[in-house]
C-alpha cells in the first residue's frame, strides 16, 4: 500500500468546486511538508500549494483567492479545496511530502520525499 493517497477527484462543470484529499496516517509520527501538484497532459507538473510544519500555507498564483489547502485536527488528512473552478485546471492532481523529522522507531530521515497515485480532475466547460 502507498503510504501517500490521494482521492476526491472527478468531472465537474467549470465554476464548481471539488475537494481533495491526501491521506497522511502512514506519517502519524512524522512533521512534514505537504504539497499539492498538479500535471495536465503533455505538460510540466507544476506547484499548487503547500502546507509546512507550523502550518504555514503557500500558493501558486494559479490558484490564488480560489485554492485552500488545510489539515484535519487529527494530522491524518490534509485537504486542497478547490472553487471556482476552470478548464484549465483539468489535470492529475498529487500530493507530495517531505519528512521533516519523524520520531519513534521511524527510519524516514529528513528530507526523504514520497508521491501520492495522483487523482484525476477534469473540469468542464
Known amino acids: 500500500q502507498a503510504p501517500l493517497r490521494e482521492s476526491g477527484g472527478g468531472s465537474i462543470q467549470a465554476g464548481g468546486s471539488l475537494k481533495l484529499s491526501c491521506d497522511t496516517s502512514?506519517?502519524?509520527?512524522?512533521?512534514?511538508?505537504l504539497a499539492w501538484y498538479r500535471q495536465a497532459p503533455g505538460k510540466e507538473r507544476d506547484f499548487v500549494s503547500a502546507?509546512?510544519?507550523?502550518?504555514?500555507?503557500s500558493y501558486a498564483d494559479l490558484g490564488k483567492g480560489r485554492f485552500y489547502i488545510s489539515q484535519d485536527s487529527d494530522r491524518n488528512t490534509v485537504y486542497l479545496q478547490m472553487n471556482d473552478l476552470k478548464p484549465e485546471d483539468t489535470a492529475t492532481y498529487y500530493c507530495?511530502?517531505?519528512?521533516?523529522?519523524?520520531?519513534?522507531?521511524?527510519?524516514?530521515?529528513?528530507?526523504?520525499?514520497?508521491w501520492g497515485q495522483g487523482t484525476q480532475v477534469t473540469v468542464s466547460s
Open positions: 507530495k511530502l517531505t519528512v521533516d523529522y519523524c520520531g519513534g522507531l521511524s527510519t524516514r530521515r529528513y528530507g526523504d520525499t514520497y
Open positions: 502546507l509546512d510544519p507550523r502550518g504555514g500555507q
Open positions: 502512514g506519517f502519524a509520527t512524522c512533521t512534514y511538508d
